[in-house]
Nanobody, 128 residues
Framework: QVQLIESGGGLVQAGGSLRLSCAAS????????MGWFRQAPGKEREFVAA????????YSADSAKGRFTVSRDNAENTVYLQMNSLKPEDTAVYYC?????????????????????WGQGTQVTVSL
């Protein structure tokens, strides 16, 4: 079974940067969209960013615009989230998500139901 494997989380000071990576455990995994959600303690899971695999078109939450950039490497079948100017309120577990090509979904990018694969999550902690 395909797994999404995240890396790159950690502890950083406010104003710092981190880059998250997510790769499918099987290189032949094919997706329509890959992206990121996050969930902070006591809060609901929220959409961060997503990228359409075929075109590279990216979509970001308002909270991420201007600071976070989602990108993909087709050859490595990997999606990235470059996070700059991090704030304490960005502290959360970040989840990689994917809508596989075999999964039909009419939900929008911000809806968790659009995605049929989820990673285990990687912790990002931003300190003052």
């Amino acid at each position: 079974q395909v797994q999404l494997i995240e890396s790159g989380g950690g502890l950083v000071q406010a104003g710092g940067s981190l880059r998250l990576s997510c790769a499918a455990s099987i290189r032949t995994f094919s997706s329509v969209v890959m992206g990121w959600f996050r969930q902070a303690p006591g809060k609901e899971r929220e959409f961060v960013a997503a990228i359409r695999w075929s075109t590279g078109r990216a979509y970001s939450a308002d909270s991420a615009k201007g600071r976070f950039t989602v990108s993909r490497d087709n050859a490595e079948n990997t999606v990235y989230l470059q996070m700059n100017s991090l704030k304490p309120e960005d502290t959360a577990v970040y989840y990689c998500v994917a809508q596989s090509t075999g999964y039909s979904s009419s939900y929008g990018y911000t809806n968790p139901r659009k995605y049929d694969y989820w990673g285990q999550g990687t912790q990002v902690t931003v300190s003052l």
